[in-house]
C-alpha cells in the first residue's frame, strides 16, 4: 500500500505543469471545451477525493463505489493510476466516466487454450463508471474525450466495460469515426437479474410445478442421504472473513474456473476485498459442508438493494448431488429474509441464470483503440483471433459438438486443478 507521503509525491508530480497548461490541483481542464461542456480530468487521487460528493451521489454499481474505487488504487498501485472524466454544464458537474490506466497483458487464445500475450497500457473504464446524465450530447463529448486521451496519453486502448448496447454511450460509441479503430467484433453478452419476493416460500410458488418439485428434491435427496451431516453458514462480518477465504479455497482450487485464471482465489486482494465489502456491511460469503468440510460457495456484494454475485463454485466430485444449486437456494432464502430487491447474476452464459432470472438485457465490452500502428495492429489481432473462434464454435455448433467440447475441456482442466502442485 502506498504511504502517504509517496501518494503526495506522485500528485505533486501531476501539479507540476503551469495553469497555462490547463491542469489545476490535481486536474486537468480540457482546453477545447465545447460551448455547452468544459472537461475536467483528474489523473491523482486527490482529484478524485475532491469530486467524493457528486461520486457518492451518482454512484451506483459496486465495482464503481468510490471507495472500492480507492481501495483498488491501493492494492494494484504498482501497475495502476486514476483517471477520471468530468462534464460541467453552467459550472455545474453533469456526467462523469471513472476509469484506470492500467498496465497489463492481453491474453490471445482459441477457446480455453492460450496462444501468447502481449503488454499493453489501457484505459479501463469501469462496470458502473458512467454515472450523472450520460445521455444525449454528453455521452458523445465523453467518447470523444476518450478518444482524445489516447492520443494525448499514448495508450494503446480504451476499454468499456459492460456497456448496455441500448445505450446512448453504447450508440455514440458505434458512431465513433474510424473503422480500425473501432472494436469490429464487440464481445456482447447477457446480464440476468432475480426479482425477489419478500419470502421464500412465495419465491418457491413463482416457480413452474415441475422446477418446483425438482427443487424440492434435490435438496430431500442430499439431506436423506446425509442425515445430521450437512451444515451451511453466511459470513458477513469482518471477523468471519478470513475463515471464509480459507474455506472457500478448499472448494475454488478443485473448479476448471482456477486453470482459467478466473474466480475466486484465497489471495491479499481477494481478502482485502471481502474485508471491505463486510467492514461496509455488504459482503455476504454462503458455504455448505458435509462432515464441516466445504463442498461449495457462493459470494458477492449487497449494493443499494441488489446482492451482485461475485464468485461460485463446487467440488466437482459431487456433482450429482446438485451442490451449488442447494446452496443457492439456502441464499435465497437469507436474500428474501433481508428483504432484498434483486440478484444480479452478472454477465455470461450459465444456465441457472436463465432459468431462475426474470429480467435480462444485452452488454457489450468493447475496445476504442488508437489511431496508431501499434492500436491498429492489436485491433486486427483480436478480429483475427475472434473470427476464428466465433467460426469455430459454428462449425462444432452445426455438427453438435460444441457443448461436448466444453465439458471435456471443463473436466480437463477440473482434474488438473485437483491434482496436487509439484514441489
Known amino acids: 500500500m502506498a504511504t502517504e507521503n509517496s501518494v503526495r509525491d506522485s500528485e505533486k508530480a501531476d501539479w507540476s505543469a503551469s495553469e497555462s497548461d490547463g491542469v489545476r490541483g490535481g486536474e486537468q481542464i480540457n482546453a477545447s471545451c465545447s460551448e455547452d461542456f468544459a472537461v475536467r480530468i483528474t489523473k491523482a487521487r486527490s482529484g478524485v477525493e ?3 460528493v457528486t461520486w457518492r451521489e451518482w454512484q451506483w454499481h459496486p465495482n464503481a463505489d468510490i471507495d472500492f474505487y480507492l ?3 491501493d492494492l494494484w498501485q504498482k501497475r495502476v493510476s486514476p483517471l477520471v472524466i468530468q462534464l460541467e454544464e453552467g459550472g455545474r458537474p453533469v456526467a462523469m466516466l471513472a476509469g484506470r490506466v492500467e498496465t497489463a497483458e492481453d491474453d490471445f487464445r482459441l477457446g480455453y487454450l492460450r496462444l501468447f500475450g502481449i503488454k499493453v497500457r489501457r484505459l479501463n473504464i469501469i462496470t458502473g463508471g458512467w454515472m450523472g446524465d450520460t445521455g444525449g450530447e454528453a455521452s458523445r463529448r465523453l467518447v470523444t474525450e476518450v478518444r482524445n486521451l489516447l492520443k494525448r496519453d499514448r495508450l494503446d486502448y480504451a476499454l468499456l466495460c459492460n ?12 458512431q465513433t469515426p474510424g473503422l480500425l479503430t473501432r472494436d469490429l467484433l464487440p464481445e456482447k453478452s447477457l446480464r440476468w437479474k432475480m426479482h425477489l419476493p419478500d419470502t421464500y416460500a412465495e419465491f418457491l410458488k413463482r416457480r413452474k410445478k415441475k422446477h418446483r418439485y425438482w427443487l424440492n428434491r434435490v435438496v430431500r435427496v442430499l439431506e436423506q442421504e446425509f442425515p445430521a451431516r450437512l451444515r451451511t453458514r453466511c459470513f458477513r462480518l469482518a471477523e468471519e472473513v478470513e475463515t471464509f477465504c480459507a474455506d472457500a479455497e478448499q472448494v475454488a482450487r478443485l473448479t476448471y474456473h482456477r486453470r482459467l485464471g478466473v474466480g475466486f482465489i484465497n489471495d491479499a486482494v481477494h481478502q482485502k476485498r471481502c474485508l471491505f465489502a463486510a467492514q461496509n456491511n455488504r459482503f455476504r460469503g454462503y458455504v455448505l459442508y458435509v462432515d464441516e468440510r466445504p463442498k461449495a460457495f457462493w459470494a458477492g456484494t449487497l449494493y443499494k ?20 444449486t442447494v446452496l443457492f437456494l439456502k441464499m435465497v432464502e437469507g436474500m428474501c429474509s433481508e428483504k432484498v430487491q434483486e440478484i444480479d447474476f452478472g454477465i455470461g452464459e450459465a444456465f441457472y441464470k436463465e432459468r431462475f432470472g426474470d429480467q435480462s438485457w444485452e452488454e457489450a465490452s468493447v475496445c476504442l483503440y488508437s489511431a496508431t500502428a501499434r492500436g491498429i495492429a492489436i485491433n486486427g489481432l483480436r478480429t483475427i483471433f475472434g473470427l476464428a473462434s466465433r467460426g469455430t464454435r459454428a462449425v462444432l455448433g452445426s455438427l453438435g459438438l460444441l457443448a461436448r467440447l466444453k465439458t471435456y475441456w471443463r473436466r480437463r482442466l477440473t482434474r488438473r486443478g485437483s491434482e496436487p502442485e509439484p514441489p
Open 50 to 52: 475532491a469530486w467524493g
Open 305 to 324: 438493494g441488489v446482492f451482485h454475485l461475485a464468485w461460485t463454485g463446487y467440488d466437482p466430485e459431487w456433482k450429482k448431488y446438485e451442490l451449488g
Open 163 to 174: 456497456i448496455p448496447t441500448d445505450s446512448t454511450l453504447y450508440h455514440h460509441y458505434r
Open 71 to 73: 481501495l483498488i488504487l
